[in-house]
T-cell receptor, first 116, second 115 residues
């Protein structure tokens, strides 16, 4: 079974600074997708970024970028120029790349706080 | 842009009652997923549908059932509710897997409280 591990339960960052959230996963598959979802206090699940395993280039979305190390099965999220609105729970998620089994498997999440 | 709609947003039930949660996917999305998120927990996959057929099943209790209708909306039916069913229930929708944009987009969730 695939597992996703987020070993840091909490992190804190100063506003305007950079922070990196860690995620590792375990899979025997070669084709899969990885995601970071943000869950603010409203509890809405918001997609932050997506990475296809077959792509060597790391995904970026504005201030958000990932460091995808396929051999090490590592998928970290870097948030640059942190803003107060970035404070939320962040979940790393994995999805296999087959037709029927497209469910997301989530890590336990990490709570990010942003200090003004 | 249109998002996933879930209703009701909040629901309070007594033990042993039944509940029905509804999900309206983003237009043109024909795949629906249901997840359960307990307090302080990560979301857990329950069940999914593609083109009105069940496509995958996770840790969904036998007391729960779900279906996807001809207009692609989905309903999660929960019977004999237990205290442990209190959770946030998310619906997510996507285009078919393999599409260039098959990312799952989540609705706001239905918060179920069982007393």
């Amino acid at each position: 079974a695939q597992t996703v591990t987020q070993s840091q339960p909490e992190m804190s960052v100063q506003e305007a600074e950079t922070v990196t959230l860690s995620c590792t996963y375990d899979t025997s598959e070669s084709d899969y997708y990885l995601f970071w979802y943000k869950q603010p206090p409203s509890r809405q699940m918001i997609l932050v970024i997506r990475q296809e395993a077959y792509k060597q280039q790391n995904a970026t979305e504005n201030r958000f970028s990932v460091n995808f190390q396929k051999a090490a099965k590592s998928f970290s999220l870097k948030i640059s120029d942190s803003q107060l609105g970035d404070a939320a729970m962040y979940f790393c998620a994995y999805r296999i790349d087959t037709g029927a089994n497209s469910k997301l498997t989530f890590g336990k999440g990490i709570t990010l706080s942003v200090r003004p | 842009a249109a998002g996933v709609i879930q209703s009701p947003r909040h629901l309070i039930k007594e033990k042993r009652e039944t509940a029905t949660l509804k999900c309206y996917p983003i237009p043109r999305h024909d795949t629906v997923y249901w997840y359960q998120q307990g307090p302080g927990q990560d979301p857990q996959f329950l069940i999914s549908f593609y083109e009105k057929m069940q496509s995958d099943k996770g840790s969904i209790p036998d007391r729960f059932s779900a279906q996807q209708f001809s207009d692609y909306h989905s309903e999660l039916n929960m019977s004999s509710l237990e205290l442990g069913d209190s959770a946030l229930y998310f619906c997510a929708s996507s285009l078919p897997t393999g599409s260039s944009t098959d990312t799952q987009y989540f609705g706001p969730g239905t918060r179920l409280t069982v007393l």
